[in-house]
């Protein structure tokens, strides 16, 4: 690999990376906002504002819906799967799961990104490496469930949470997929804004019948807060996301191993700042090895990353 290559692996994973560590930060946040407002109008509320703040961001107005109008059955398609779909299933889930044990399922992410890789994309194929961190990574699902059940805390309403998050992390994966694939000419801050904007507008629309409206918007600060939160990060890490599915040269596989971080960094802030969630032995156990599975996975993108540094040592 020449250094020109490298660079831009290195480049590639530093975004990756700063978009997993925001999203490392929703689940302590979905779960205040989940204290004050039902799953899917919270959801929908907030990815209605990140589309808008993207837009806002792109600043281009009449492009942006011209861009909309030409391909609007293909940003349809991506709001449905990204938006309504994955991310229904994930506010419904955590309403029903601990945040910390949310952010570990989730985290796994990569794992099933890499099985609907290797179905669907002809040089991304599982490989001895990437399938035994694929069965690492289930061992450390299924501890952490075992310890849910041995410390008395699992019920069957989060055992559907668990299948939930597992069905979000499937569908995460086909829509990096079809992204990846598509060959049309439309911006990738267009397609992140309009299928926010549009997904978060549908999820609003089906909360109504479903869900029980708040009687009124007098919430404290940290529900203002955290949909504030929520709403910067998902602009930006979609926005750099998407960006990085287009990127010729990056395997899904390769991108999606990066969010090894959420697990790490999305079950610590659970556990320093949800009231009544802690580690335990299981907990942590289940943790290291996912983090260890999605280490393995990405070793060589690692050995490129801080060759440099081993270097000097």
């Avoid at 002809?122 to 310890?147: A, C, E, P, Q």
């Avoid at 299928?195 to 507008?201: E, M």
Wanted: charged share 10%; with cysteine; aromatic share 12%.
């Amino acid at each position: 690999m020449n250094q020109q290559s490298k660079g831009f692996l290195q480049e590639s994973a530093f975004m990756a990376i700063i978009a997993c560590l925001l999203w490392s930060t929703a689940f302590t946040g979905v779960k205040i906002g989940l204290n004050y407002m039902s799953p899917l109008l919270f959801a929908g509320v907030r990815f209605s504002i990140s589309g808008v703040l993207i837009l806002l961001y792109y600043g281009k107005f009449k492009a942006y819906f011209k861009a909309v109008k030409t391909h609007f059955w293909y940003i349809l398609l991506i709001a449905l799967l990204q938006t309504v779909v994955m991310y229904g299933l994930f506010y419904t889930a955590m309403n029903m799961v601990p945040g910390s044990m949310g952010a570990m399922i989730n985290g796994s992410g990569p794992l099933f990104a890499a099985i609907v890789a290797h179905l669907f994309i002809k040089d991304d194929k599982i490989t001895l490496r990437s399938g035994g961190s694929i069965i690492l990574g289930i061992i450390g699902i299924v501890i952490i469930n075992i310890g849910r059940h041995t410390n008395g805390n699992a019920g069957g309403l989060e055992m559907i949470g668990v299948l939930l998050l597992i069905a979000n992390n499937l569908v995460s994966g086909l829509y990096n997929v079809i992204v990846k694939k598509s060959k049309r000419d439309i911006s990738m801050l267009v397609l992140s804004s309009a299928s926010l904007l549009i997904g978060g507008i549908l999820l609003i629309l089906i909360s109504i019948p479903f869900e029980t409206m708040p009687a009124s918007l007098n919430f404290p600060a940290e529900f203002w807060l955290s949909l504030s939160w929520l709403s910067f990060l998902s602009a930006a890490a979609f926005a750099l996301w998407f960006t990085l599915l287009k990127r010729p040269g990056v395997k899904i596989s390769y991108l999606n191993s990066w969010k090894f971080v959420i697990p790490v960094f999305g079950a610590i802030l659970s556990w320093l700042l949800l009231p009544g969630e802690s580690p335990d032995v299981y907990a942590i156990t289940g943790v290291v090895i996912i983090g260890a599975s999605l280490l393995w996975m990405n070793n060589e993108a690692l050995k490129h990353m801080f060759g440099k540094w081993r270097a000097k040592f």
